[in-house]
T-cell receptor, first 112, second 115 residues
Framework: DAKTTQPPSMDCAEGRAANLPCNHS???????VYWYRQIHSQGPQYIIH???NNETNEMASLIITEDRKSSTLILPHATLRDTAVYYC?????????????FGKGTSLLVTP | DVKVTQSSRYLVKRTGEKVFLECVQD?????MFWYRQDPGLGLRLIYF???????EKGDIPEGYSVSREKKERFSLILESASTNQTSMYLC??????????????FGAGSRLTVL
């Protein structure tokens, strides 16, 4: 699976949009981009995933560049509860789900 | 609304004890996983199972075994606990349906301390 590069930490003011970048320049054609987050002392939580089209759900939006070499997770109106470590993962579908590599992620701090 | 339940949130055991960590999911998922998480090392896969009675080694299986006798339950066993197994243990499950295998649902975690 392709590796990802994320900034180690970011800050965001409460109520503003949080834009979390991820670089995956070696992504291959059959690999999807997944985002998870982990709030302190809890298990990781799935947020969203996509292949090449932009995706939106009730939690966030995922913007993938046309060349698929990078993506951005957008939390449109960040709240204090969004403070967490955010993981960007690139993986092909497999029916075992074994391929996920969580890496170190970006620690997002949402401030009042 | 809890979907993946880990039996113990906090455990303290002594070196050499046999430790059982239990995980139950109610989503009829085929795949189940055990990870451990340590500061600076991220999440590391210990074992996973894609069907009842099936198991596959992950990245760090040494010192651990697993059991999957029923679809909903996946147990992690430390035959003889050691201090280097002090960690946060996370159970997860996912569906084998086309889009689902990499969408993992995690439990809250079990923090094990081995003295």
């Amino acid at each position: 699976d392709a590796k990802t590069t994320q900034p180690p930490s970011m800050d965001c003011a409460e109520g503003r949009a949080a834009n979390l970048p991820c670089n995956h320049s070696t992504i291959s054609g059959n690999e999807y981009v997944y985002w998870y987050r982990q709030i302190h002392s809890q298990g990781p939580q799935y947020i969203i995933h996509g292949l090449k089209n932009n995706e939106t759900n009730e939690m966030a939006s995922l913007i993938i560049t046309e060349d698929r070499k990078s993506s951005t997770l957008i939390l449109p109106h960040a709240t204090l509860r969004d403070t967490a470590v955010y993981y960007c993962i690139v993986s092909s579908y497999s029916n075992s789900g074994y391929a996920l590599n969580f890496g170190k992620g970006t620690s997002l701090l949402v401030t009042p | 609304d809890v979907k993946v339940t880990q039996s113990s949130r906090y455990l303290v055991k002594r070196t050499g004890e046999k430790v059982f960590l239990e995980c139950v999911q109610d989503m009829d998922h085929e795949n189940m996983f055990w990870y451990r998480q340590d500061p600076g090392l991220g999440l590391r896969l210990i074992y996973f199972s894609y069907d009842v009675k099936m198991k596959e080694k992950g990245d760090i299986p040494e010192g651990y075994s697993v059991s999957r006798e029923k679809k909903e339950r996946f147990s992690l066993i430390l035959e003889s606990a050691s201090t280097n197994q002090t960690s946060m243990y996370l159970c997860a499950s996912s569906s084998r349906r086309e889009a689902g295998a990499n969408v993992l649902t995690f439990g809250a975690g079990s923090r094990l301390t081995v003295l």
